[in-house]
């Protein structure tokens, strides 16, 4: 059975830092390509990050280049969102996802992933 589970969402003022992280278990992790995105009360889902866990690739969305760092520990099938200088746009529901079925390179595009978390929310006040 293929998991996600997302932790360390929390409340945080503008300016603080906050790391997530993605447990991952039921797929070959070192295959795969880890995924951050998140979705904002009325707003679409977005792609945050990702990380290729078999080259060490990464993508990042604009905004969140130079404050946010993506990183994975394969002996912990976990993947890690370094949250830093955080805005209060940078609030959402922050969910991980797998692409674990082959991929080519890591994307923010959303229907290329195969599983998804629950979700942890980031709260970010001004």
């Known amino acids: 059975e293929v998991q996600l589970v997302e932790s360390g969402g929390d409340l945080v003022q503008a300016g603080g830092s906050l790391r997530l992280s993605c447990a991952a278990s039921g797929f070959t992790f070192n295959d795969s390509a880890i995924g951050w995105f998140r979705q904002a009360p009325g707003k679409e889902r977005e792609g945050v990050s990702c990380?290729?866990?078999?080259?060490?690739?990464?993508y990042y969305r604009d905004s969140v280049k130079g404050r946010f760092t993506i990183s994975s520990d394969n002996a912990k099938n976990t993947v890690y969102l370094q949250m830093n200088n955080l805005k209060a746009d940078d609030t959402a529901v922050y969910y991980c996802?797998?692409?674990?079925?082959?991929?080519?390179?890591?994307?923010?595009?959303?229907?290329?992933?195969?599983?998804w978390g629950q979700g942890t929310q980031v709260t970010v006040s001004s």
């Open positions: 990380i290729s866990n078999s080259d060490g690739s990464t």
């Open positions: 996802a797998a692409m674990a079925r082959g991929y080519y390179y890591c994307t923010g595009y959303g229907p290329g992933y195969d599983y």
